[in-house]
């Protein structure tokens, strides 16, 4: 079993949508929560942190976070064609750990 | 000017050969990190350092080796380079203590395409 797992999708959605990404992790003691996005043949940047069970809502941007079900989500609501892209989610157990990535979920909104 | 910049941006190499990525970054930062990637893999960790003196084996350090030369430079070294080291190589950096921004976020470099025939 993979550390961080997420639908390599690709997802589909059609500008103005709202955008689901998941992710689930199996390290319990994973304490911070990130969701990346990556354009084609970029760099990584962040766009979401979240270290606390719930939502954190950031523009048109919302993380969710269940540690006991061990699954965070990043909603995108209003999709644009500029949110295509790949999103990237990675965990941390503590901030002197190291961060793993998932594979990343390939998101395609369209005009 | 970009805060953290790899040199080179694209590489090819054969089968056996020695290379060096260097990664420098003007950001302050103390900890510097190299990830590789794969299609359908994500990123890997190769290797971590949180300063001058301390480095730190991640997922798949076999066949790397890497060198901290100073706080704001960070070079990754394949001694042998082998095919299945083609792959697209990060660096990013973090500062544990940001102001304003969140606990541990890493700001990536632009990459390094390295293709190993």
């Known amino acids: 079993q993979k550390e961080v797992e997420q639908n390599s999708g690709p997802l589909s959605v059609p500008e103005g949508a709202i955008a689901s990404l998941n992710c689930t992790y199996s390290?319990?003691?994973?304490?911070?929560f990130f969701w990346y996005r990556q354009y084609s043949g970029k760099s990584p940047e962040l766009i979401m942190s979240?270290?606390?069970?719930g939502d954190k809502e950031d523009g048109r941007f919302t993380a969710q976070l269940n540690k006991a079900s061990q699954y965070v989500s990043l909603l995108i609501r209003d999709s644009q064609p500029s949110d295509s892209a790949t999103y990237l989610c990675?965990?941390?157990?503590?901030?002197?750990?190291?961060?793993?990535f998932g594979a990343g979920t390939r998101l395609t909104v369209k005009p | 000017d970009a805060d953290v910049t790899q040199t080179p941006r694209n590489r090819i190499t054969k089968t056996g050969k020695r290379i060096m990525l260097e990664c420098s970054q003007t950001k302050g930062h103390d900890r510097m990190y190299w990830y590789r990637q794969d299609p359908g893999l994500g990123l890997r960790l190769i290797y971590y350092?949180?300063?001058?003196?301390?480095?730190n084996k991640g997922e798949i350090s076999d066949g790397y080796s890497v060198s901290r030369q100073a706080q704001a430079k960070f070079s990754l070294s394949l001694e042998s380079a082998i095919p299945n080291q083609t792959a697209l190589y990060f660096c990013a950096t973090s500062d544990l203590t940001a102001k304003g921004g969140p606990r541990n976020e890493q700001f990536f470099g632009p990459g390094t395409r390295l293709t190993v025939l």
């Open positions: 390290d319990r003691g994973s304490q911070s």
């Open positions: 979240i270290y606390s069970n």
């Open positions: 350092s949180f300063d001058v003196k301390d480095i």
């Open positions: 990675a965990v941390r157990k503590g901030n002197n750990n190291d961060m793993r």
